[in-house]
């Protein structure tokens, strides 16, 4: 029996810039971190006394003779591109629900390959899990995805990630004081919005927009290096809260699906309350809402907003890991 745990992430600057449409020719960049909540996939092998081959259990319950017959996009194609041939039982189990706006689709993707190439006795590396997440999802599965949440889900941390040239992307840990991360990590405030959305219907109407979008697609570029001067420097870290209001104005205007009255309303709530900026996390429509908050400022944001769910959560440093290995028992 295997168990990988892969964790979510949330995004602060950058996002719409490592679509494979816009950084093949400009290049991309994001500034994103991976938190403490977790998706869990657990795999072993089926015992051979039942009239099916496979046994996937998420949200559904299939039981399937072959790997073609399953319904899951992401299950199918993770099995076929490792040419998984035996009897399966996959599990899934997650902290956080899915379409939220925290790459729940990716990060399953990536636990899921991680599970079964540890069920194969195959060591996989970070880069190598990444690359074949960004693959299955972009190009067999053929949905409008980014290519930040794979990264982020199999490397972990908070980091610049650069997109484009021969290596596809690049990773680097941000170089700041565990005061300043620490600093910013308590500063930060996640509600759930209760609205939920497919991320990848959003997300192929802003590729539909790219041409029309360069300016707004620059300056979320140009956002990565500013924030991470802020993080590195003396700079007053509030700086990091009032940048993160601007991201979210310059990616509103990507699209008329990523904002709605509901969400304007939540992001207006929390700034009357104390909030310095925020944004919605992920694609738009929906999921999590992240406000920059000073301390003295969080109860009233709470208060304003207590008919959300706050998420209280830290920075993840660990990426996609395989928390359980049992050797198959012949």
């Given at each position: 029996?295997?168990?990988?745990?892969?964790?979510?992430?949330?995004?602060?600057?950058?996002?719409?810039?490592?679509?494979?449409?816009?950084?093949k020719?400009?290049?991309?960049?994001?500034?994103?971190?991976?938190?403490?909540?977790?998706?869990?996939?657990?795999?072993?092998?089926?015992?051979?006394?039942?009239?099916?081959?496979?046994?996937?259990?998420?949200?559904?319950?299939?039981?399937?003779?072959?790997?073609?017959?399953?319904?899951?996009?992401?299950?199918?194609?993770?099995?076929?591109?490792?040419?998984?041939?035996?009897?399966?039982?996959?599990?899934?189990?997650?902290?956080?629900?899915?379409?939220s706006?925290?790459?729940?689709?990716?990060?399953?993707?990536?636990?899921?390959?991680?599970?079964?190439?540890a069920?194969?006795?195959?060591?996989?590396?970070?880069?190598?899990?990444?690359?074949?997440?960004?693959?299955?999802?972009?190009?067999?599965?053929?949905?409008?995805?980014?290519?930040?949440?794979?990264?982020?889900?199999?490397?972990?941390?908070?980091?610049?990630?650069?997109?484009?040239?021969?290596?596809?992307?690049?990773?680097?840990?941000?170089?700041?004081?565990?005061?300043?991360?620490?600093?910013?990590?308590?500063?930060?405030?996640?509600?759930?919005?209760?609205?939920?959305r497919?991320?990848?219907?959003?997300?192929?109407?802003?590729?539909?927009?790219?041409?029309?979008?360069?300016?707004?697609?620059?300056?979320?570029?140009?956002?990565?290096?500013?924030?991470?001067?802020?993080?590195?420097?003396?700079?007053?870290?509030?700086?990091?809260?009032?940048?993160?209001?601007?991201?979210?104005?310059?990616?509103?205007?990507?699209?008329?699906?990523?904002?709605?009255?509901?969400?304007?309303?939540?992001?207006?709530?929390?700034?009357?309350?104390?909030?310095?900026?925020?944004?919605?996390?992920?694609?738009?429509?929906?999921?999590?809402m992240?406000?920059?908050?000073?301390?003295?400022?969080?109860?009233n944001?709470?208060?304003?907003?207590?008919?959300?769910?706050?998420v209280?959560?830290?920075?993840?440093?660990?990426?996609?890991?395989?928390?359980?290995?049992?050797?198959?028992?012949?």
């Open positions: 029996m295997i168990i990988a745990r892969t964790p979510f992430r949330i995004s602060f600057f950058g996002g719409g810039t490592d679509y494979p449409d816009w950084y020719e400009n290049g991309g960049a994001v500034l994103c971190t991976s938190i403490n909540k977790f998706s869990y996939i657990t795999a072993r092998y089926l015992p051979p006394f039942f009239d099916y081959k496979y046994r996937i259990r998420y949200y559904q319950r299939e039981e399937t003779k072959t790997i073609s017959e399953i319904k899951h996009p992401s299950v199918k194609q993770c099995l076929t591109f490792l040419n998984f041939k035996d009897n399966l039982d996959l599990v899934h189990h997650a902290d956080l629900p899915a379409r706006g925290l790459g729940s689709s990716s990060t399953f993707t990536v636990g899921l390959l991680h599970a079964i190439s069920l194969q006795s195959k060591m996989i590396t970070k880069r190598e899990l990444a690359i074949n997440a960004i693959n299955i999802e972009q190009n067999l599965i053929k949905e409008s995805v980014g290519s930040q949440d794979q990264t982020i889900a199999a490397f972990g941390g908070l980091n610049k990630i650069e997109f484009g040239g021969v290596n596809e992307f690049n990773v680097t840990p941000v170089v700041a004081s565990h005061e300043r991360i620490n600093l910013l990590e308590g500063n930060l405030m996640l509600f759930f919005t209760r609205l939920s497919t991320a990848s219907d959003i997300a192929g109407k802003q590729i539909e927009l790219i041409p029309q979008k360069i300016t707004q697609l620059k300056e979320m570029h140009l956002s990565v290096n500013e924030a991470i001067s802020i993080l590195s420097s003396k700079q007053s870290i509030d700086d990091f809260g009032r940048l993160l209001g601007e991201q979210w104005k310059n990616k509103k205007m990507m699209s008329s699906f990523i904002t709605n009255t509901e969400i304007d309303d939540i992001y207006t709530k929390g700034i009357s309350a104390g909030a310095i900026g925020g944004k919605l996390l992920g694609a738009g429509g929906g999921g999590f992240l406000f920059y908050v000073p301390k003295d400022k969080q109860k944001v709470k208060d304003k907003l207590s008919n959300l769910l706050h209280p959560f830290r920075f993840d440093h660990t990426g996609s890991q395989i928390v359980y290995y049992s050797e198959r028992a012949d």
